[in-house]
């Protein structure tokens, strides 16, 4: 038993210690050259800039005009999107968005108030399009009282219509 265990231990260690030619070869890829699939790319700036949706890359030249002068409230895709959203609403909204001042299109955003006619400060209307996010917000105020509503339910409302909002806030207290 003593020389089996012996034997055994001899072959493994002159087992380990074979020559080099004896070991496999290590197979190489038949004529393909293997390009380094390093795909990081090494950067300091890690902000993300969404960029405008196609649909709303005309509006950015409404800046400074009236809303009446370019038809905002029918230009595609708004006209849809701004029935579908407001449905019996919409003529509430029309009524308010009457008397306006010039469209503003800042980072991205749209935004433009009214009011109807000898009524200003208590019934008015607002719209802000956030054209990077594809989002239609709407606010509309009824003797002061303000109802934001945003497409799709979104609630992230852009910062001019909450300035806009606030107004109303301001003039009750």
């Known amino acids: 038993m003593k020389n089996c ?3 055994l231990l001899l072959l493994a260690v002159a087992a380990c210690n074979a020559p080099e030619s004896n070991k496999a070869k290590q197979n190489k890829p038949d004529s393909v050259t293997m390009i380094p699939a390093d795909t990081m790319i090494h950067t300091t700036d890690t902000t993300i800039s969404p960029s405008l949706v196609e649909s709303w ?5 409404y800046n400074g005009k009236y809303a009446a002068d370019v038809r905002l409230l029918v230009q595609p895709p708004l006209r849809q999107r701004l029935k579908q959203m407001l449905g019996a609403e919409e003529a509430e909204f029309a009524k308010r968005y009457k008397v306006m001042p010039p469209i503003e299109v800042e980072n991205g955003v749209l935004f433009n108030e009214g009011c109807k006619p000898h009524d200003c400060s208590v019934e008015e209307a607002a719209i802000a399009i956030d054209m990077k996010r594809d989002v239609i917000y709407i606010g509309i105020a009824r003797s002061r009282s303000v109802k934001l509503y945003g497409e799709r339910g979104d609630s992230a409302y852009p ?3 909450l300035k806009w909002m606030m107004k109303f806030e301001e003039t009750t207290n």
Request: aromatic share 10%.
């Open 57 to 61: 890359k005309s509006y950015e030249h």
């Open 5 to 7: 265990l012996t034997g």
């Open 159 to 161: 910062e001019k219509l």
